[in-house]
T-cell receptor, first 112, second 114 residues
Framework: NAGVTQTPKFQVLKTGQSMTLQCAQD?????MYWYRQDPGMGLRLIYY???????DKGEVPNGYNVSRLNKREFSLRLESAAPSQTSVYFC???????????FGPGTRLTVL | ELKVEQNPLFLSMQEGKNYTIYCNYS?????LYWYRQDPGKSLESLFV?????AVKQEGRLMASLDTKARLSTLHITAAVHDLSATYFC??????????????FGKGTHLIIQP
């Protein structure tokens, strides 16, 4: 049982490049989330998926797209990366009852 | 809009002392979470508080929830160096389709000195 996994762990992009951050969970959770963490800001919700086939915007969705590929996988795409998207990205999932949200190890992204 | 405020944001304390971190939130919610984060690491779940008056304890940490006051506290008893970390509180919002995700406070950076 790996919990929530993310790839890659680190990434450096140039402005304008695109990339997809991958996330998978093996806990059979319905709800999955993408957050970004910036110094002094806590974590902010980018997008979430309450169930397979549905996605919704969070607090800071601009510049991102998401895909809930199946119940296990939830990807985050940057179509044209900007320096303002330099951050640490965390994927998370939560089971029914919403008693505990599990976080992945994070992806550290730098956009030059 | 749900807002979550923690204070203090930075705390330096000595081993053996007691202290409390406060978490206020702006709208009704029935779940409050406390997380710990070590530098360069992910978030580790500490407590999930589900109802008014809930109190949970784990080692030197104790968390409580007052939903009427929209206030949670994280109390540290006889602090030890290993508790140095950043602590976050977070509150969940619900829509008709399910949980909308967590809204986090900015975190309390705790340093415990020998």
């Amino acid at each position: 049982n790996a919990g929530v996994t993310q790839t890659p762990k680190f990434q450096v992009l140039k402005t304008g490049q695109s990339m997809t951050l991958q996330c998978a969970q093996d806990m059979n959770h319905n709800s999955m989330y993408w957050y970004r963490q910036d110094p002094g800001m806590g974590l902010r919700l980018i997008y979430y998926s309450a169930s397979e086939g549905t996605t919704d915007k969070g607090e800071v969705p601009n510049g991102y797209n998401v895909s809930r590929l199946n119940k296990r996988e939830f990807s985050l795409r940057l179509e044209s990366a900007a320096p303002s998207q330099t951050s640490v990205y965390f994927c998370a999932s939560i089971g029914t009852g919403y008693n505990e949200q599990f976080f992945g190890p994070g992806t550290r992204l730098t956009v030059l | 809009e749900l807002k979550v405020e923690q204070n203090p944001l930075f705390l330096s304390m000595q081993e053996g002392k007691n202290y409390t971190i406060y978490c206020n939130y702006s709208t009704t919610s029935d779940r409050l979470y406390w997380y710990r984060q070590d530098p360069g690491k992910s978030l580790e779940s500490l407590f999930v508080l589900l109802s008014n008056g809930a109190v949970k304890q784990e080692g030197r940490l104790m968390a409580s929830l007052d939903t009427k006051a929209r206030l949670s506290t994280l109390h540290i008893t006889a602090a030890v160096h290993d508790l140095s970390a950043t602590y976050f509180c977070a509150v969940v919002m619900y829509s008709g389709g399910g949980a909308d995700g967590l809204t986090f406070g900015k975190g309390t950076h705790l340093i415990i000195q020998p």
